[in-house]
């Protein structure tokens, strides 16, 4: 079974604050999805990356593909209140269809 | 925008009851899936489907099904719901065929499900 480990699982930082999510695999992922999900919603996608080594941007949120496309990072500069939130990383497998596995979630407080 | 639709937000039932959770797509995409979401365990995949009357298993199917009589409609069923099946429900669909991992995921904003 394919697993992707998320950490930390909690974050609480001052609004200001530069943090780091990571998400591990001993697998290879033919993509690597993060997504945000609010309190009474469902996850929104937030970008997608597909070749190793992608770097993909998003304002203030940096998004990495490990070369060898087992591993990701999401990297928040200066955070914001709005932030706040549940972040999600979801692998696609090889040969799997457009299965996804999720890793278990960082839930991230800013504080003002 | 595709807008994914779950029919209920909360839903109490009792031990043994046949519940069925329903989700419906505007979209018209092929691709359907349920999840259902615990604290520390991110998502894990119950059911999805590729068409319509298709179904496949996920990662953890014990106790549930799953219909699909139109592209638009994926139900999922709880044939004795127990204790353990107390949970928050996602629904999604996905464009793109075969293997169009790649596709974002579309979410309804789940229900959260309660068995006594």
């Known amino acids: 079974t394919q697993l992707l480990e998320q950490s930390p699982q909690f974050l609480s930082i001052q609004e200001g604050e530069n943090l780091t999510v990571y998400c591990n695999s001993s697998?290879?992922?033919?993509?690597l999805q993060w997504y945000r999900q609010e309190p009474g919603e469902g996850p929104v996608l937030l970008v997608t990356v597909v070749t190793g080594g992608e770097v993909k941007k998003l304002k203030r949120l940096t998004f990495q593909f490990g070369d060898a496309r087992k591993d990701s990072s999401l990297h928040i500069t200066a955070a914001q209140p709005g932030d706040t939130g549940l972040y999600l990383c979801?692998?696609?497998?090889?040969?799997?269809?457009?299965?996804?596995?999720f890793g278990q979630g960082t839930e991230l407080s800013v504080k003002p | 925008d595709v807008k994914v639709t779950q029919s209920s937000r909360y839903l109490v039932k009792r031990t043994g009851e046949k519940v069925f959770l329903e989700c419906v797509q505007d979209m018209d995409h092929e691709n359907m899936f349920w999840y259902r979401q615990d604290p520390g365990l991110g998502l894990r995949l119950i059911y999805f489907s590729y068409d319509v009357k298709m179904k496949e298993k996920g990662d953890i199917p014990e106790g549930y099904s799953v219909s699909r009589e139109k592209k638009e409609r994926f139900s999922l069923i709880l044939e004795s719901a127990s204790t353990n099946q107390t949970s928050m429900y996602l629904c999604a669909s996905r464009g793109g065929t075969g293997t169009g991992g790649n596709q974002p995921q579309h979410f309804g904003d789940g229900t959260r499900l309660s068995i006594l």
């Open positions: 979801a692998g696609g497998p090889y040969n799997q269809g457009g299965k996804l596995i």
């Open positions: 697998s290879v992922f033919s993509s």
